[in-house]
């Protein structure tokens, strides 16, 4: 399959995984699906909490969910995002705690796919979204 297509159907999971949003305070609802290096794909959504500041992105619940099962090695995420009454084709991209987290696990080839706006894709690397990033390199000494 071409990445392009992988992409698209990687992005039909992150709306699929969207319906399980718990978005009771803000009504945005995000969902994700995380492509490992092994062909594994693990979603994810966004999960509120009374007190806001505990909330957990879909972009980090589905990375944590695979980091906790083994997985280190991703090819990309796909992010479906949206005020929960609207279908979720624009495009969300990850906030900046969320690309910091995912940067942890990138050797710089990892893919971010999102919405369009007008049923379609589009996608950049992490790289691009977060340049010039803070890395366990820094503490090596090596950047
Ligand atoms: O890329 C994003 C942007 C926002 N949110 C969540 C956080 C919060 O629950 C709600 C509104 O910011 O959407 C995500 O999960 N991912
Ligand atoms: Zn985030």
């Not at 505990?54 to 992010?79: D, Q, Y």
């Not at 950049?124 to 000494?141: C, I, Q, V, Y």
Request: net charge neutral; aromatic share 10%; charged share 20%.
């Amino acid at each position: 399959m071409n990445p392009e297509d992988l992409y698209k159907r990687l992005f039909g999971q992150a709306k699929e995984a969207r319906k399980n949003a718990y978005c009771p305070y803000s009504h945005f609802a995000v969902g994700t699906a995380l492509l490992c290096a092994d062909g594994s794909i693990f979603t994810g959504c966004n999960i509120e909490n009374a007190a806001y500041s505990p909330s957990n992105c879909a972009e980090r619940t589905a990375l944590f969910k695979a980091i906790s099962e083994g997985k280190r090695a991703f090819c990309a995420i796909a992010i479906a995002g949206g005020k929960e009454d609207v279908p979720g084709d624009a495009s969300c991209w990850p906030c900046g705690v969320c690309r910091q987290v995912l940067r942890e696990f990138d050797s710089g080839d990892l893919i971010i796919v999102t919405g369009n706006g007008v049923g379609g894709i589009v996608f950049k690397t992490l790289r691009e979204l977060l340049p010039m990033s803070f890395s366990a390199d820094n503490l090596k000494g090596e950047a």
